[in-house]
């Protein structure tokens, strides 16, 4: 009823104009920008975009190449990727030499080339990252949203370079946090977590997005996760992604293999 007197009382061509303009910026909460930081915009303003910038799919399926570098040794492999959001993460090698199957209450993975396997909770990924981790963590690390929930602290804003960089007002007692967002997309550019006094620091970088369709995919993405003297990367490089087909997950843990027992720390 307001808007209609509104419009009513809007006589003139170039008031109705305006009016309009208003309610479609209102319908759309989003900010225009060319790609360059806006030293004007807020913490809560940036905040609020990331998240309007979300990725909103059912499925997603593709190719990922992957470069794992562990210490001295390294290695690189083409896998394919499933993905139902917030249900599954399925990742196949070549003639399933390794599979693994993530959902939200299980990490399950298998290694016909050394015999093994891990099915149990997160602890096994979130040693290898360096930090603890859950299922929403993990999948918004792979689609470049921040692994932390940004709404549920105050953040400090400065604009570096060509992103915008958060970090909380007040400082958290035993971790260290950092989140750099890029300005066309809101989407992470870099994130970073540390534990300063377990010496454990996990760093991932978006260096490129893509579109694909309406979405915004991440094209790389680096991975660093260090561990007192032990250095862990991985790089992965998104190909040929599709979204919203008809999807199966098929994993079975072969018979006779061996069970990976993560030793207490």
């Known amino acids: ?11 003139k061509p170039v008031a109705l104009l305006l009016f309009s303009l208003m309610i479609m910026a209102c319908k759309s909460g989003r900010i225009a920008t060319d ?15 990331h998240y309007q910038n979300q990725l909103d799919f059912k499925t997603l399926k593709g190719k990922i190449k992957i470069e794992y570098s562990e210490g001295g040794s390294s290695q690189g492999l083409s896998v394919s990727l499933r993905m139902e959001k917030d249900k599954a993460i399925w990742i196949s090698a070549p003639l399933g030499i390794v599979k693994a199957y993530i959902t939200p209450g299980r990490v399950s993975f298998y290694n016909k080339l050394q015999n ?5 909770d997160f602890s096994y990924l979130s040693k290898i990252l360096g930090t603890e981790l859950d299922f929403e963590q ?7 949203q921040a692994i932390l929930n940004l709404k549920a602290e105050k953040y400090a804003i400065r ?4 992103t915008y960089e958060l970090k909380p007002k007040k400082p958290l007692e035993l971790f260290k946090i950092l989140f750099q ?5 809101f989407k992470i550019a870099t994130q970073q977590i540390s534990q300063p006094l377990e010496r454990r ?11 694909i369709e309406k979405w915004i995919l991440p094209d790389q993405i680096a991975i660093a996760a260090i561990e007192g003297n032990t250095r862990n990367t991985i790089d992965i490089e998104y190909r040929n992604i599709e979204f919203d087909q008809a999807l199966n997950f098929p994993y079975k843990i072969p018979k006779g293999f061996d069970e990976i027992i993560l030793k207490a720390e």
Request: net charge positive.
């Open 1 to 11: 009823m307001k808007h209609m007197q509104m419009i009513l009382w809007c006589k």
């Open 35 to 49: 790609g360059t930081v806006d030293s004007r915009l807020t913490a809560k303003t940036i905040i609020k975009e």
């Open 116 to 120: 093994e396997y891990f099915d149990g």
């Open 138 to 144: 993990v999948q918004n690390l792979l689609l470049g």
């Open 159 to 162: 604009t570096t370079g060509d």
């Open 181 to 185: 967002i890029e300005p066309k997309n």
């Open 201 to 211: 620091l996990l760093q991932v970088n978006y260096t490129n997005y893509q579109k």
